[in-house]
């Protein structure tokens, strides 16, 4: 039980390490953005499908996979609606000091909620393999990193202190291990395999949404989709190298 929230809880963390870079560095380019971006989203990809989705199917009939991946993806969408959106990220607003602090602020709440099923995901796979805890916790922390460089450059273009920007992007990935203890705990009191096999493939449809409406659209905002590309490539087979490496 403790085991998915201590791994919960580096992926979260890496929303802080996010807000860092960008306090770290003097600009961040839109180049490097795309390219983390799409990065991120070849490793949630590869795992949603080639790990989660492959596990669940050997717990589950096919009807099951399909309306519970489905599941995934709608609560998801419901979320989406219900909070703020990332794509507030780009910067399209008003410049002013006061907007762009309001949508540093509207995002870090819609990344805070958004974790919440990212920290469920790392759980349902510790729950059903260690090993697929260790890659999902892997791919969600790669995740977290564009999105706390999309929560702090709206705070510091609006003249924000670096301390506040740090523990704001850092807070914000905190309900991630909330999350993942508390589903650790709903899994271990359930036991049952056909519950997990919804948990796994509930998971992979989460991922595939983030993936598809939050990071690939995001990343192709900063106008370098070739770059984006590369990175979703790379961001496969360096999914696969460690499904390799950890197996």
Do not use: C, Q, W
């Not at 929230?5 to 953005?33: E, K, N, P, Q, Y």
């Amino acid at each position: 039980m403790f085991e998915p929230f201590l791994l919960s809880l580096i992926a979260g963390m890496a929303t802080g390490l996010g807000g860092i870079i960008v306090l770290m560095l003097r600009r961040v380019g839109d180049r490097v953005v795309s390219f983390s971006m799409g990065f991120a989203s070849g490793v949630m990809l590869m795992v949603a499908f080639n790990n989660l989705f492959l596990e669940a199917e050997k717990l589950l009939a096919h009807i099951e996979l399909i309306v519970v991946f489905s599941l995934g993806a709608v609560v998801m969408i419901i979320l989406d609606l219900s909070i703020p959106h990332i794509e507030l990220a780009t910067g399209k607003l008003d410049s002013k000091k006061t907007e762009m602090r309001r949508t540093g602020i509207l995002i870090a709440i819609g990344v805070t909620l958004h974790n919440i099923p990212e920290g469920f995901v790392v759980a349902a796979g510790y729950a059903y393999m260690p090993r697929l805890g260790l890659v999902i916790a892997i791919a969600i922390m790669l995740h977290n990193i564009p999105e706390g460089v999309a929560t702090a450059i709206p705070f510091r273009k609006a003249g924000t202190k670096p301390l506040k920007i740090a523990i704001v992007t850092l807070l914000s990935g905190l309900a991630e291990p909330i999350a993942a203890l508390l589903g650790a705990v709903a899994l271990s009191v359930v036991g049952s395999k056909t519950v997990i096999g919804y948990s796994l493939v509930f998971a992979a449809g989460v991922m595939t949404y983030i993936t598809a409406d939050e990071l690939i659209p995001v990343a192709h905002e900063y106008g370098y989709k070739h770059t984006v590309s590369v990175g979703l490539l790379l961001g496969i087979m360096f999914a696969l190298m460690v499904d390799v490496i950890l197996s």
